[in-house]
């Protein structure tokens, strides 16, 4: 007679785990198999699969822990959904695009996992952007195990925690995976990565994904880092696999990678026809590995099950998806007024008057530069707030913290960062390598767990490699997650030209580009005092924010200011009317505030009187102030430094000409950069850059209309 524990003994789990097990892979299998039904009907609008995956997925469902570990699961993890405690009736919701959707309210695509709960992480659809926030999720308990300051922070992580992160062999390609293991190895992170490898990219195949054909080989030089193959069909084979690299990173030995090697037996997705390149003997054979039929055969062949046994857990698993199905396909979608809701906080309102301290200001000590009055902002926010770390290129005063009683320190290239490694340690200021996305995407997962990341991106011109996380991720969190997560960090970035030798790639202001992204605050002072108001309201906002400082303005001696306290705020989108007038008003930000003063101060001596209005807050921007001073004026000039065609100021002007047509006496005009880059030479960038006297013509051809 075969008893359990001799069945046990050699299959190393309790057979009663392994036949739950098998009825996870089977519940994932016919939650595809209904969805691609349900697709065919036109009763859903997507479906993505993750068949042949659900052996391995289902034995790391049983060797993590939900809500305990952190998941930065991919659209083919579905069978890990399952075990950590997203329902058949929860995954379905989705697919029908429901408003109980608990995913993401139906604003995301089907098998984009989200649970605040269970610490599954709000998934989008950008392959590879999530390796960073994954290795950011990490580093946020790596923070709170060193930050004695923060009080609860035995609340926010636990000693033994891993961070799991998965994806397909293609998205190995990305770049950001391999940003991610640099930072994972060099502090040790307690990351898992999981490679699911089925062999193909939607129809690119690994041998031209990857050089060599197997990217644990490639990455076999990384130090601190677990590394295993298995075959990722054969359930018994992966839970060993993953026994031995969860227990090495949960012992903090550093990051593992499992390459798991799987099938994907049906197409990519819905949208996807893999017949078209994969011949029919390469799917038979696949066929032949299939994980569901394999665990089924060994249940049976070891006596655990027997057939008629095995086909009650599938008859079961059968009845609660149909039962799911039906009362998915039952329930509403979202009311069409539900858009907007969540693009930014419902809770923490920036530009309400709880962030307006600016009349009660007392100016007080010596004058400091806008680069002085940041400093100290950020010095006094740090001291309040325990959370709040600081992390860039060159942000630290000496990585090599023995040195800083032999250095002067750097603190960032344009000193913006000075001393505050010396005051708050090298644990909440640090640098990072040179790789934007990998200062953005590791605060991301900081910010959304509840950190307060400060980054500073050391030139806007080299911004780019980190847009992915800055367009898709940090501003769409929120909202995809239907306001589960959020991630209020701040991106410190010196931006703008008119300093002379800056050339094509330190010169730029493309600000439009940030502020058409719904989710963003973008801030932009031109003064010392607005930089410090408008700093602490950002680090005290609930959203992300990308706050420009130009570097013209950091030193100059016109826009100095006395400090103005530590509770100084000024709320987003409360713009300042910097000179008042009659005839003409200039709306501009940056740069061009002072120039658009002295052009108004020549103007008037011609008697011609100009408001000049400073917006300092770019999205949201202070349109009734806009309004009330073309209402009293009857003419409109925006002054910015953008390219003139498709740049901020167009967008105001068409608003000016939309709302306002009836008050206007002159056409709107604009004063901008040209259409091109900025050049090297003084004289040329001086050409190409928006000036005083450009803004006096301006002024004089709307006052002779």
């Not at 089977?26 to 859903?44: A, G, V």
């Not at 030995?253 to 390469?282: C, K, N, W």
């Amino acid at each position: 007679m075969v008893t359990d524990l001799m069945v046990e003994r050699r299959l190393a789990l309790p057979p009663a785990t392994i036949i739950s097990a098998y009825r996870m892979m089977y519940t994932s299998r016919r939650l595809d198999d209904k969805e691609l039904l349900l697709k065919r009907q036109n009763r859903i609008y997507f479906q993505i699969n993750g068949v042949g995956h659900e052996a391995v997925l289902a034995a790391a469902g049983l060797l993590l822990r939900p809500a305990y570990d952190w998941f930065f699961a991919y659209y083919r993890d579905r069978a890990l959904a399952l075990s950590l405690g997203i329902t058949p009736y929860d995954q379905l919701l989705a697919a029908v695009a429901a408003k109980d959707d608990p995913n993401s309210g139906a604003r995301q695509m089907p098998s984009h996992w989200s649970n605040r709960e269970l610490h599954i992480f709000a998934r989008s659809s950008a392959t590879g952007t999530q390796f960073l926030q994954a290795v950011g999720a990490a580093e946020a308990g790596y923070r709170y195990s060193m930050i004695k300051e923060i009080e609860d922070r035995a609340a926010h992580f636990k000693q033994d925690e891993v961070v799991y992160v998965s994806a397909g062999d293609g998205t190995t390609s990305e770049g950001e995976f391999w940003e991610s293991l640099n930072t994972s190895c060099n502090l040790k992170l307690p990351v898992l990565y999981m490679i699911e490898d089925n062999g193909y990219a939607i129809s690119v195949p690994v041998e031209v994904q990857t050089a060599g054909g197997s990217i644990s080989r490639l990455v076999s030089s990384f130090p601190n880092f677990y590394i295993e193959e298995c075959d990722g069909t054969d359930f018994l084979a992966s839970y060993e696999t993953l026994s031995r690299a969860v227990e090495y990173v949960r012992e903090r030995r550093g990051p593992a990678l499992v390459h798991a090697h799987v099938i994907r037996p049906y197409s990519h997705s819905q949208s996807d026809d893999e017949t078209l390149y994969r011949p029919e003997e390469e799917r038979v054979r696949e066929a032949a590995r299939d994980p569901i039929k394999r665990l089924g055969d060994l249940l049976i062949r070891e006596g655990v099950l027997t057939g008629e046994d095995l086909q009650k857990v599938k008859d079961e698993a059968d009845a609660e998806v149909n039962e799911a199905a039906e009362r998915a396909m039952g329930r509403p979608q979202p009311p069409k007024e539900s858009a907007t809701l969540y693009v930014y906080s419902p809770d923490v309102d920036p530009a309400s008057p709880e962030f307006d301290t600016e009349d009660q200001a007392h100016l007080n000590g010596r004058e400091g530069t806008m680069v002085d009055l940041i400093n100290r902002c950020m010095h006094e926010e740090m001291e309040r707030n325990p959370r709040i770390v600081v992390l860039g290129e060159d942000v630290a005063d000496a990585s090599r913290a023995e040195y800083l009683n032999r250095v002067k320190g750097k603190g960032g290239v344009f000193k913006v960062t000075a001393n505050l490694q010396r005051r708050f340690g090298g644990d909440r200021v640090y640098n990072t390598p040179l790789a934007e996305a990998n200062v953005i995407g590791r605060s991301l997962g900081m910010a959304a767990r509840g950190l307060k990341p400060i980054a500073e991106i050391q030139f806007f011109d080299y911004i780019w490699p980190a847009f992915m996380q800055l367009r898709d991720e940090a501003p769409l969190l929120r909202w995809r997650s239907n306001n589960s997560w959020k991630c209020p960090m701040v991106v410190r970035v010196p931006v703008g030209g008119y300093l002379k030798g800056g050339g094509i790639y330190h010169s730029q202001s493309g600000v439009s580009t940030f502020t058409s992204i719904p989710g963003w605050r973008v801030i932009m002072p031109s003064t010392a005092l607005d930089a410090n108001g408008l700093l602490r309201t950002a680090i005290r906002c609930d959203d992300p924010v990308l706050f420009l400082e130009h570097k013209h303005l950091y030193r100059q001696t016109y826009n100095k200011s006395l400090y103005p306290g530590p509770d100084f705020m000024i709320p987003f989108g409360k713009a300042k009317v910097v000179r008042e007038g009659t005839d003409l008003t200039i709306i501009t930000y940056g740069a061009l505030v002072q120039r658009s003063l002295v052009a108004a101060k020549q103007a008037a001596n011609e008697e011609i009187s100009v408001e000049v209005i400073d917006l300092r807050s770019l999205n949201p921007y202070d349109w009734r102030a806009i309004e009330r001073s073309i209402r009293k004026t009857n003419r409109a000039l925006i002054a910015y430094e953008d390219c003139v065609s498709w740049g901020y100021g167009a967008e105001i002007a068409a608003r000016i000409a939309d709302e306002l047509f009836d008050q206007l006496d002159a056409p709107v005009k604009r004063v901008a950069a040209l259409d091109c880059f900025v050049a090297y030479a003084p004289d040329v960038e001086d050409a190409i850059l928006p000036q005083t006297g450009d803004v006096l013509e301006a002024i004089h051809d709307i006052a002779a209309y």
